[in-house]
């Protein structure tokens, strides 16, 4: 017995099949940053300016400035302490 397929057309691997997923998904992202953002403000005790957290390729990557080397590691251990892994790129610039 010969069972013939036919392949799907495009359009269906084209489709966004679970939007509710990506909603869950994106929600759940910015959850992630607006914690770390909160928490690097509370430990640095507002010493980050013009603070930006980012999710790019898997990783988390801070930028903005502050004053002291201190205060940046700060940043970068509160960020860690949220997320639990090294996936951190810290591009706070001390100015």
Request: with cysteine; glycine share 4%; proline share 3%.
């Given at each position: 017995?010969?069972?013939?397929?036919?392949?799907?057309?495009?359009?269906?691997?084209?489709?966004?099949?679970?939007?509710?997923?990506?909603?869950?998904?994106?929600?759940?992202?910015?959850?992630?940053i607006?914690?770390?953002?909160?928490?690097?403000?509370?430990?640095?005790?507002?010493?980050?300016?013009?603070?930006?957290?980012?999710?790019?390729?898997?990783?988390?990557i801070?930028?903005?400035?502050?004053?002291?080397?201190?205060?940046?590691?700060?940043?970068?251990?509160?960020?860690?302490?949220?997320i639990?892994?090294?996936?951190?790129?810290?591009?706070?610039?001390?100015?």
């Amino acid at each position: 017995m010969t069972l013939l397929v036919e392949p799907a057309p495009a359009a269906v691997f084209e489709q966004r099949l679970y939007p509710r997923f990506e909603a869950s998904v994106e929600a759940e992202m910015e959850e992630l940053i607006t914690e770390i953002k909160r928490l690097i403000r509370h430990e640095t005790n507002l010493g980050v300016q013009e603070m930006r957290v980012a999710l790019k390729d898997g990783k988390v990557i801070l930028s903005g400035h502050c004053r002291t080397f201190y205060t940046k590691q700060l940043a970068q251990q509160a960020a860690m302490k949220v997320i639990g892994t090294d996936e951190l790129v810290n591009d706070i610039r001390v100015a």
